[in-house]
T-cell receptor, first 110, second 117 residues
């Protein structure tokens, strides 16, 4: 069935380093992708999105890359800070429905 | 971004009782609301999608008679877990999308943690 998954369940980085979180999706009809951040006990927060007609989009300290050929997207966080520690989910959308990946827990070491 | 609230933020109930969770869009009108369930260390699973004034569309495997959804107004949707059992214990998250909103206009509530004893 349709799925959106992440490559690694956990990622530990040093404060100040760049973080890269990867995600794979199965539905080639997905035309929209979002990265969410979820802190413990809270709902997801929107980080950045990208449409399938783009392969890169930049925000503040974050960049999302989309490779439709291999159905892969990544989230890059520059100069990772302790406040970035959270679980990150990618979600893929088609016809109004979002499917969430499993999540990667990012831990930032001071 | 827009604000979506949920009430209560947590609830503990006895097995067999029913629990109602409210989801409100505070500063916009939400024509579509989504209800998700999230078990510990797992991802969000969509339970149902509701449009204001019409019946909710449930995902496969979600019992519509157990999880009653009412989207009576453009700012309020409720999820009632009927005859709750311990296996229903989970984190329930709602999301709201405005009339002209696309995917990125889907805002999430803070979640409600349900514990069934």
């Amino acid at each position: 069935g349709e799925s959106v998954g992440l490559h690694l369940p956990t990622l530990s980085v040093q404060e100040g380093d760049n973080s890269i979180i990867n995600c794979a999706y199965s539905n080639s009809a997905s035309d929209y992708f979002i990265w969410y951040k979820q802190e413990s006990g809270k709902g997801p927060q929107f980080i950045i999105d990208i449409r399938s007609n783009m392969d890169k989009r930049q925000g503040q300290r974050v960049t999302v890359l989309l490779n439709k050929t291999v159905k892969h997207l990544s989230l890059q966080i520059a100069a990772t800070q302790p406040g970035d520690s959270a679980v990150y989910f990618c979600a893929g959308g088609s016809q109004g429905n979002l499917i969430f990946g499993k999540g990667t827990k990012l831990s930032v070491k001071p | 971004g827009a604000v979506v609230s949920q009430h209560p933020s947590w609830v503990i109930c006895k097995s067999g009782t029913s629990v109602k969770i409210e989801c409100r869009s505070l500063d916009f009108q939400a024509t579509t609301m989504f209800w998700y369930r999230q078990f510990p260390k797992q991802s969000l699973m969509l339970m149902a999608t509701s449009n204001e004034g019409s019946k909710a569309t449930y995902e496969q495997g979600v019992e519509k008679d157990k999880f009653l959804i009412n989207h009576a107004s453009l700012t309020l949707s409720t999820l009632t877990v009927t005859s709750a059992h311990p296996e229903d214990s989970s984190f329930y998250i709602c999301s709201a999308r405005g009339q002209a909103g696309g995917y990125n206009e889907q805002f999430f509530g803070p979640g409600t943690r349900l514990t069934v004893l």
